[in-house]
């Protein structure tokens, strides 16, 4: 092999070397920065797990936002309320919560691309923002709220059960 050959090789397989670390080095630290962000915000992430359906139980107060794939965060001042969050699949439930240890702040927020039902029950709140979905299923029990906040659904199913409320708000740029 001629010498121009082997520089040539030893040069390629070095670049290729140094931008496969450069890679795995800006992968870090932007994990990094998302654990920094959530631990700025005061959540600490629980799940990363696809969700499709959410079934919250009583007194929850959720907010949920949209973003690449999903996370389940809950406030960190609040971290004993992870008892209640049960999957089966890819259903998350949030199992009822005592009225003490219910908070009037949003203590789980969670992301996700898209879901295709939620059921809030009796005394819980649901407020979602900034959120585009092809579809979406809402069941609302007695008592319970469902606030969208610049929300879009192309076909939605909504079903309400007794003194539920169900609010769209739209933010008008002028």
Known sequence: MKT?????????IALLTSFTISLV????????????????????TLFKKDIQKLKVGENWNVQIVQGAGYRVQLAENHIAL????KW????LFLKPIPLNLQNHDSPLRIMGDSFQQIEVAKGARVYMKNF????LAVMLQDSSSFTGKNTHFTHSHIKTNGNANLIFLEDKEE
């Open 4 to 12: 121009s050959k082997k520089i040539l090789l030893v040069s390629g």
């Open 82 to 85: 992870k008892d209640f969050l």
């Open 88 to 91: 089966n699949g890819s259903t």
């Open 132 to 135: 585009k979905s092809d579809s």
């Open 25 to 44: 080095l800006l992968r870090e630290q932007a994990y990094r920065g998302l654990a920094q962000n959530e631990a700025r915000d005061g959540y600490q």
